[in-house]
């Protein structure tokens, strides 16, 4: 479904990124691994793809750097010489009441998730304007949609992007360029492995499905919305989430 498409996903490192990644190569797109630290971890993302046949390069750098952004855009484009996909996952959480919420948890989700996103966007929708094609993917969240105690930056990050996927979609649909959005659940990874066992209950009571997402699940999804199959959908934001928002 990928077949000689160029991708960039941030934070491929692990979990949904790592998955993505593979998923995409395995459809037959090369694809540029951005990472923040994780050095084995996006190695072993890289030789997964490799021992499948696929074409995979690291890039190292934080995208909350407006201009490690544009230096990882850059670096695509000299390597594969287009940018087709660009999928914005790096993401973290500093989760607290906002009553025992640091000022510096609130800036660094919102410079993370919600900056990096519009960093590596608006860099990697220059080259793709001039290409007049492109599909940009963006990983919100449900907690975006519906809200958290304990995550007001994560849940403004996660609505921001989804504010930010709308507006990208009309300024750019004219000229080629699909933008959405992917709001996963509870999805099994890193990440959700922190939660207790008594908020991990809690949250499957409110999923019909009765279980956690697998990564899979969501990148899926990502190789649908990367590919031609998706080209008349922009603008939209899709729950990946056993049914939990509806
Ligand atoms: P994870 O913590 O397992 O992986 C996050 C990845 O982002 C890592 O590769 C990390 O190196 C990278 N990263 C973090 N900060 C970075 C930065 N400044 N620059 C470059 N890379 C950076 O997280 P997970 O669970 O795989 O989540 C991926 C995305 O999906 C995140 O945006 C997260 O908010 C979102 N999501 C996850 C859900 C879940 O249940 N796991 C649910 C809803 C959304």
Known sequence: MLKDKVAIVTGASRGIGKSIAINFARQGSKVVLNYRSDDNGAETTKQEIEQNGGVAILHKGDVS??????????????????IDILVNNAGITR????MRMKEEDFDSVINVNLKGSFNCAKHASSIMLRQKSGKIINISSVIGIIGNAGQVNYAAS????????????????????????????????DMTDVLGDNVKETILSH????????????????????????????????????????
Do not use: H, W
Not at 65 to 82: G, P
Not at 95 to 98: E, F, K, R
Not at 162 to 189: C, D, H, Q, W, Y
């Open 65 to 82: 750097d407006f201009y490690v952004a544009e230096e990882l855009m850059n670096f695509c484009k000299e390597k594969f010489s287009r």
């Open 158 to 189: 996660k609505a921001g992007i989804i504010g930010m996927t709308k507006s990208l979609a009309k300024e750019l649909g004219s000229r080629g360029i699909n933008v959405n959005a992917i709001a996963p659940g509870f999805i099994e990874t």
């Open 207 to 246: 999923i019909p499905l009765k279980k956690m997402g697998k990564t899979e699940d969501v990148s899926n999804l990502a190789v649908f919305l990367a590919s031609n199959m998706s080209d008349y959908i922009t603008g939209q934001v899709i729950t990946v989430d056993g049914g939990m928002v509806m």
């Open 95 to 98: 989760d607290a009441l906002v």
